[in-house]
């Protein structure tokens, strides 16, 4: 039988659940196989080779990809496919027919994370935070969904450069408290683990009495921001079902098993 190597780089990473659920559909699948971290800073483009290498070589059959390295990996690639080159941000890497592929199973998980609540959006509008891969992503899944995005960063130039490429607007972060959006995205790192008290949203500036707060953070199950959503009596949902999916999505590509998402255990 087969024997699947699999992986995530990216850093840091010992927050990952990533190994807890892609062996529970190893498992649920009556697949051999492994799925292991490979913690690489910014800076080691020798570790990135490596594991390309790794990929074309047959010693790993996927790896996933966060940040830093979604847009590094994005132009290292020989093919994208056509989500991940408008995304330009890849977190999925395969081999197959000789070339090494770059794919981006994040848009569709974190649409399909907001349609299964059924909430109503009266306006279709949405203020993202971030301009890094994981937001280009929800930017990306939100305009193809017919959405009006306006993108804001604590560093302007690349939030401008991400809303002109899809044709969103761009808000600067000194004006935040005037956004009304019916959907308020975190696609930052701030707040994540183990930097528990970061919040993206200024302290000082009440959040918008928005439809939903979507922090795409799941390490913590909660983060400031989604606390102070919860207290303001807004809706909330975090990073774990978009992950779920993606994870469901990338594992199909490696393996061509479709997990099920039901009766997976707590990570």
């Not at 496919?81 to 000789?98: E, H």
């Not at 305009?143 to 809303?163: K, Y």
Request: aromatic fraction near 8%; glycine fraction near 8%.
């Amino acid at each position: 039988m087969k024997f699947y190597a699999l992986g995530l780089t990216g850093f840091p990473l010992e927050h990952s659940l990533s190994p807890c659920l892609q062996r529970q559909f190893l498992q649920n699948c009556g697949l051999q196989g492994d799925y292991r971290l490979y913690p690489l800073v910014p800076e080691d483009q020798n570790g990135l080779q490596t594991l390309l290498a790794a990929l074309r070589q047959g010693n790993l059959d996927g790896l996933n990809v966060t940040i830093p390295h979604k847009q590094t990996l994005f132009r290292l690639v020989d093919d994208l496919t056509p989500a991940a080159r408008a995304i330009g941000a890849v977190n999925t890497l395969f081999f197959r027919a000789g070339r090494l592929t770059g794919e981006n199973t994040d848009a569709p998980a974190f649409w399909n994370a907001i349609a299964s609540l059924e909430i109503e959006f009266p306006r279709r509008q949405a203020l993202l935070l971030g301009a890094g891969g994981a937001a280009r992503a929800a930017l990306y899944a939100l305009r193809q969904q017919g959405w009006q995005v306006t993108v804001a960063s604590r560093r302007a130039e690349p939030a401008q450069a991400l809303a002109q490429q899809f044709d969103a607007a761009f808000c600067p972060f000194s004006a935040l408290g005037g956004q009304q959006p019916d959907l308020l995205v975190n696609a930052t790192p701030a707040g994540m683990y183990p930097r528990l008290e970061d919040c993206p949203w200024p302290q000082e500036i009440p959040l918008p009495d928005c439809s939903l707060v979507y922090d795409l953070i799941y390490n913590p199950s909660e983060t400031l921001l989604l606390r102070r959503a919860r207290q303001q009596g807004l809706n909330t949902l975090n990073g774990w079902p978009m992950l779920t999916h993606q994870a469901a999505l990338a594992f199909k590509i490696w393996t061509g098993c479709a997990p099920s998402l039901k009766g997976l255990a707590p990570c």
